[in-house]
Nanobody, 116 residues
């Protein structure tokens, strides 16, 4: 069983930065698709970034391209989402997810709030 725990959320002013972490336990993330999603109040959960283990490509939603960056530390079995130039519309609960076929495993989420 793969368990995911996010951390690194918090409050930041517009233009600021945060780095989210998603630490995995129970099994290695090798071979898994890994994604970051977010859900703002009253909105559906949306994909922000995801890593395709089949071809090594990384996807970014248009709204975060050039500002967010996905990375991973295989030794630590952890993935990260570096978020720069944050905007108020980035405010949401951020989740990491992983799966071999579909997003089977989810973390509990971490709140990111961007405001003055």
């Amino acid at each position: 069983q793969l368990q995911l725990v996010e951390s690194g959320g918090g409050w930041v002013q517009p233009g600021g930065s945060l780095r989210l972490s998603c630490s995995a336990s129970g099994r290695s993330l090798d071979g898994y698709a890994i994604g970051w999603f977010r859900q703002a109040p009253g909105n559906e959960r949306k994909r922000v970034s995801c890593f395709n283990s089949n071809d090594g490509s990384t996807y970014y939603a248009d709204s975060v391209k050039g500002r967010f960056a996905f990375s991973r530390d295989n030794d630590q079995n952890t993935v990260y989402l570096q978020m720069n130039s944050l905007k108020p519309e980035d405010t949401a609960v951020y989740y990491c997810a992983a799966g071999l076929s579909g997003w089977k495993y989810w973390g509990q989420g971490t709140q990111v709030s961007v405001s003055t």
